[in-house]
């Protein structure tokens, strides 16, 4: 969701006056990019033509986001409630899925449940049925003498064959025609009374127990009760048919305990599957609990994350409502002073400046540096009397040349360059000026080394030097400017260099010398000018390539010695400019070095220096090689 472009509204709004543009390069000079975000804001405070147009932009964009925020409370409710009935939707099908488990969460609704589940349990198995529903079993009455006679002769028959019987499973054991002997028949048998049934309800226990002691009467006299046994007996291969029959005759006690092992075996296991299936249910009851919470959860996080991503929606809404002047402003600027050549973007630094906004900054610092002489009456710039009669077009180097105006040209200048301004920057500007025939050749050369960040001594020197830069190339365009740093070693530098160059290291003004000597006898300007600009006295000096420092004689000599060499390549009119010096040997080293070209020695302020330097260049005939400071 985007706020409405307004960049066709910022067209006006950035159209700043040349008094803006020069403040806005000096501060990117001095302070960097970084710096631009806050010249705006102060831009916007200062300018009341600025401030009212955004304000008036502001409440477009108030206008605008408002609607914003309603269509943004439409959208939230319509995918809050899609959201509601995907959510429901969801827990509809995970409760048709389920059945009602409400019990498994009251413990006395689940042991209610379970006993319910061992009596349904009790009263579903068949012989339950059988025994318990037949009525009461009638007890055989005493009989005469003479059948209990004939009874006792039967048991003793039936005892005679019961051995027998043994004697024959035996030995039909051991031929291996038999799997087990009645005695292992009868062990296993025996085991049945060892199987407990555990049942923790005590009204189905008192069931179940008079079940089981109703159950042998049955079993003894009831026949269908023995079929329904027998069959149990067979089908679980507890016993074969022929074994069951066999055990019934001769033994009919242990055919009824092992009836009761086969009941007791029946209604363990029934018990367990009952238990086992309520605890299953138990378990599903938490898995649907569980489920049920984590969709409520989900649904919860979805809302909060459908919520959070509302709130920072209208944050942005604020934030661009507020920002997006701002923002649009500085990307104009930008834009502009990148098609200007004054920014450019770097992969890694971003937005930097070029050598082309140094080269602009060094023309407001001429400007401003003449102004400030021409005001205080030491120089009426524009008095010299060299000219000799040429004309010449090129840009404009101060105010005063104005009245010199080539309109077509510098009206084509500024539509080629930015056609959407309807007003002359004075880098457009073209003038008519009467030029020099002959060329000047100006090295510059300042000292860098570490005592120069002192009282902003290295910073006076840059600035000096960028405006002496501007004046020796506006006066003619053929004249040659050579740059150099130095501090324990030379360095020839570019404008950009110069401005971003830091102190370090010591002072090695023979080096210096050196590759100005070196510079001029390669030279064929008719005029050569030297201005060498330090706080101190020579430290370092090279010895077969070697730096050294420390040993200031050596220092001297090494620095005199270069000297001798720069007197011998002809013509050089030399100036040695001391800033600040500690005391008078810095003042005597500084005249030594001078004398030996015949040059000038002075003292200056950091604060004057710019000033210095462009009123020796600028001054008319004997008087240029008077600077401003103190003769020596």
Request: aromatic share 8%; with cysteine.
């Amino acid at each position: 969701m985007e706020l409405p472009d307004c960049e066709a509204d910022l067209l006006d709004l950035v159209q700043l006056t040349e008094v803006q543009k020069a403040e806005m390069i000096r501060r990117l000079a001095q302070e960097g990019v970084e710096s631009l975000d806050e010249y705006i804001e102060q831009l916007i405070e200062d300018d009341q033509a600025m401030a009212d147009r955004f304000k008036r932009m502001r409440d477009k964009l108030a206008r605008d986001a408002e609607k914003l925020r309603s269509k943004l409370d439409h959208q939230y409710d319509d995918e809050l409630r899609k959201l509601e009935e995907e959510m429901k939707a969801e827990q509809s099908a995970l409760e048709s899925q389920q059945p009602d488990m409400s019990f498994y969460d009251d413990q006395d609704l689940y042991e209610r449940y379970l006993e319910d589940s061992l009596s349904d349990a009790l009263e579903d198995y068949e012989l339950f049925d059988l025994v318990m529903h037949k009525d009461q079993l009638i007890m055989p009455k005493k009989l005469p003498w003479y059948k209990r006679f004939w009874e006792w002769i039967k048991r003793m028959a039936l005892m005679v064959r019961t051995k027998f019987a043994k004697v024959w499973y035996w030995l039909m054991h051991k031929l291996g025609r038999r799997e087990k002997s009645l005695e292992e028949l009868e062990r296993d048998y025996a085991k049945g009374r060892k199987i407990s049934i555990h049942i923790p309800f005590k009204g189905i226990r008192s069931i179940y127990d008079k079940f089981e002691n109703r159950f042998g009467n049955a079993l003894v006299q009831d026949e269908k009760v023995q079929s329904v046994v027998d069959k149990k007996l067979v089908d679980n291969k507890v016993i074969r048919a022929d074994e069951l029959t066999l055990k019934k005759e001769i033994d009919p006690e242990g055919y009824v305990r092992m009836a009761k092992q086969m009941l007791r075996e029946d209604m363990s296991s029934n018990i367990n599957k009952v238990q086992d299936k309520a605890e299953k249910g138990k378990k599903e009851s938490k898995r649907y609990k569980k489920q049920k919470a984590e969709m409520k959860k989900k649904r919860e996080d979805l809302k909060n994350k459908l919520e959070s991503r509302r709130k920072e929606r209208l944050e942005e809404i604020e934030s661009k409502m507020t920002q997006a002047p701002k923002d649009l402003v500085r990307k104009k600027i930008k834009s502009q002073l990148e098609d200007a050549g004054y920014l450019k973007q770097d992969e890694k630094k971003g937005w930097v400046i070029t050598a082309n906004l140094i080269e602009r900054f060094s023309a407001i610092v001429f400007n401003d540096e003449v102004r400030r002489i021409t005001q205080s009456g030491k120089l009426r710039y524009g008095s010299s009397s060299e000219t000799m009669g040429n004309l010449d077009k090129a840009k404009l180097r101060s105010l005063e040349e104005e009245n010199r105006m080539d309109i077509v040209d510098s009206v084509i200048h500024a539509r080629i360059y930015h056609p959407r301004y309807k007003e002359l920057d004075d880098s457009d500007i073209y003038v008519k000026r009467e030029i020099n025939t002959s060329a000047v050749h100006v090295v510059i050369a300042f000292d860098k080394s570490g005592s120069m960040d002192e009282n902003n001594r290295l910073d006076a020197a840059k600035r000096a030097t960028l405006a002496l830069y501007k004046a020796v190339k506006q006066h003619n365009r053929r004249n040659i400017v050579d740059l150099v740093a130095f501090d324990s070693k030379v360095h020839n530098l570019s404008l950009m260099d110069v401005w971003n160059c830091q102190p370090k290291g010591f002072t090695n003004i023979g080096d210096a010398v050196k590759v100005a000597t070196d510079l001029f006898g390669a030279s064929k300007a008719d005029q050569r000018l030297f201005y060498l600009v330090t706080d101190g006295m020579p430290e370092a000096y090279t010895e077969k390539g070697q730096v050294y420092a420390g040993d200031t004689d050596k220092a001297m000599e090494y620095t005199l010695k270069q000297m001798e060499r720069l007197n011998r390549v002809g013509k050089v009119r030399f100036i040695l400019i001391m800033l600040e010096p500690e005391d008078d040997t810095y003042l005597d080293s500084a005249r030594k070095i001078s004398k030996k070209v015949k040059g000038k020695m002075v003292t200056a302020d950091p604060n004057q220096l710019a000033s210095m330097m462009l009123t020796d260049y600028l001054g008319p005939g004997e008087d240029r090689a008077a600077p401003i400071g103190k003769k020596n």
